[in-house]
Structure formats: C-alpha cells, structure tokens
T-cell receptor, first 112, second 113 residues
Framework: KQEVTQIPAALSVPEGENLVLNCSFT??????LQWFRQDPGKGLTSLLL?????REQTSGRLNASLDKSSGRSTLYIAASQPGDSATYLC???????????FGTGTRLQVTL | GAGVSQSPSNKVTEKGKDVELRCDPI?????LYWYRQSLGQGLEFLIY????????KSGLPSDRFSAERTGGSVSTLTIQRTQQEDSAVYLC???????????FGEGSRLTVL
C-alpha cells in the first residue's frame, strides 16, 4: 500500500526566503507525482505534474524534483511571498488507471 | 465549463436523511474522481470513473455511499441515511486522460446534525 509523508507538517518563514517542502513515498514504482496548494476553505489548485521519466519541473518561482529510487520529491519555492501562504500537498499515482494517494500536507506561512 | 463545478457548496442535513452532491467536470475530461476531506485529515479517495470502464469503487466507506456518472460527464455522489461521521468536504476532480493532471472543484461541505 502506497503511503505518502510530508515533512514538516507546518513551516513559518519570513518573506523573501527560499524554502523546500519534502514529500516521501513508500512505493517507488510511481507513474507520476503532482503538487497542489490548498487555501483555507477552498479546493486544490494544481501546481506541477512530474512524470516518472522526468527529474524536475519548473513553473515560475516553483521547482519540483523527483527521485524515484529514493522515493522522494521536493518542492522548491524561491523568494517566498505572503501570497504563498497555504497548505501544500503532494500526491502520487502508481498505475495509469489508478487514484492519486495524497500526503497530509505542509502548512506554510510566509510572514512580512 | 472553465473549471470543475460542484454543487451545493454547502449542505446541512439531519442524521438519517439522504443527500446528493453534484460534480460537473471540465468539458472533454474523461476521468473523474471523488475524494473526501475531513477536518484535520488528509484526502481520502472514494471513487474513480474513467471513460466507459467500470468505476473503481474501492474507496467507498460503506454501502450507504454510491456514485454514478451519466453520459461520461456529470457525476452524482449519493449518501443514504447520513451519519454525523459523514460530515466532511467532498471534493471532485477531473483529468483529460486516465493518468493526467487533476483539476479540483471547490468542494461541497456537508454537515450532518
């Protein structure tokens, strides 16, 4: 059974800092991995999708890496802003016709 | 539509009543998912539809829960004889292909009194 862990559970940083969020998964035979953000009381917003054949994906100030062999992904946020404050979730898919398994998220607060 | 649409956004019901939650996926998306998010908990998979294939119902917590997807588009999640532990946010997502990027709706918040 695939298990996804995100550490830390919560993180507070001052504006302008670069930061890294971690995601670990137990079954390395994944098909793809997706990062989301969730604002309070809202649905999930897709940030990045990494296929198993890729090592990283970039979108603006966000960069996600994938190391299948070690069962890890990281989300790097450059020059953090207060608007980045949200809960960040990673989710992995094992097969092409299966569900995503989610981690419990990292709650990020970026302070002025 | 532009995004995944869910209704109602909020539903308060009495224990024992039946409820229906609706999801309208992004036009052309063949895959549709239902997840549940309880207060302080992670996302729990409920059911997955892909095209004309038999749905993956492995996440439905009991036989009080059912879902259908008509014409490969709109989906309805039905909860019969609601219990207080059913209180949660029910999230729907769709993707263009069976292993593609998921896009979520805003969710339906269900409160069972």
């Amino acid at each position: 059974k695939q298990e996804v862990t995100q550490i830390p559970a919560a993180l507070s940083v001052p504006e302008g800092e670069n930061l890294v969020l971690n995601c670990s998964f137990t079954d390395s035979a994944i098909y793809n991995l997706q990062w989301f953000r969730q604002d309070p009381g809202k649905g999930l917003t897709s940030l990045l999708l990494i296929q198993s054949s890729q090592r990283e994906q970039t979108s603006g100030r966000l960069n996600a890496s994938l190391d299948k062999s070690s069962g890890r992904s990281t989300l790097y946020i450059a020059a953090s802003q207060p608007g980045d404050s949200a809960t960040y979730l990673c989710a992995v898919r094992v097969g092409t016709a299966s569900k995503l398994t989610f981690g419990t998220g990292t709650r990020l607060q970026v302070t002025l | 539509g532009a995004g995944v649409s869910q209704s109602p956004s909020n539903k308060v019901t009495e224990k024992g009543k039946d409820v229906e939650l609706r999801c309208d996926p992004i036009s052309g998306h063949t895959a549709l998912y239902w997840y549940r998010q309880s207060l302080g908990q992670g996302l729990e998979f409920l059911i997955y539809f892909q095209g004309n294939s038999a749905p993956d119902k492995s996440g439905l917590p009991s036989d009080r829960f059912s879902a259908e997807r008509t014409g490969g588009s709109v989906s309805t999640l039905t909860i019969q004889r609601t219990q207080q532990e059913d209180s949660a946010v029910y999230l729907c997502a769709s993707s263009l292909s069976k292993a593609g990027e998921l896009f979520f709706g805003e969710g339906s918040r269900l409160t069972v009194l």
